[in-house]
């Protein structure tokens, strides 16, 4: 069983930058990913990295502006964010696959542990 819990979320204003982290427990030998859901809309992949961590895959709406890294010594996974926009404001998710999958992925099936969240909020 994996534990996943997230934290970092806070108010922002747009072209700032913030750090997320996910502590994980449990067994975590496998890819990891941080998805977000804004009220009223479907989740949304961010980004995800493979268990090695030389590998990333990045949603369009974020590539070039966020970073997600891991330490795999503590189980802690990372999302960097910079030059916030109003529309990143939603509710961020920490996820990862069963242990078997160390591959990254995109799609939100593919993932098996969720954490509960950690907003962000962004004004103007």
């Known amino acids: 069983q994996v534990s996943l819990v997230e934290s970092g979320g806070s108010l922002a204003q747009a072209g700032d930058s913030l750090t997320l982290s996910c502590a994980a427990s449990?067994?975590?030998?496998?890819?990891m990913g941080w998805f977000r859901q804004a009220s009223g809309e479907e989740r949304e992949f961010i980004a995800a990295?493979?268990?090695?961590?030389?590998?990333?895959y990045y949603g369009d709406s974020v590539r070039g502006r966020f970073t997600i890294s891991r330490d795999n010594d503590k189980n802690m996974l990372y999302l960097r964010m910079d030059s916030l926009v109003p529309e990143d404001t939603a509710l961020y998710l920490c996820?990862?696959?069963?242990?078997?999958?160390?591959?990254?992925?995109?799609?939100?099936?593919?993932?098996?542990?969720w954490g509960q969240g950690t907003q962000v909020t962004v004004s103007l």
């Open positions: 996820a990862a696959r069963s242990s078997a999958s160390v591959a990254a992925t995109t799609t939100v099936i593919s993932y098996r542990y």
């Open positions: 449990g067994r975590t030998f496998s890819g």
């Open positions: 990295i493979n268990w090695a961590g030389n590998r990333q």
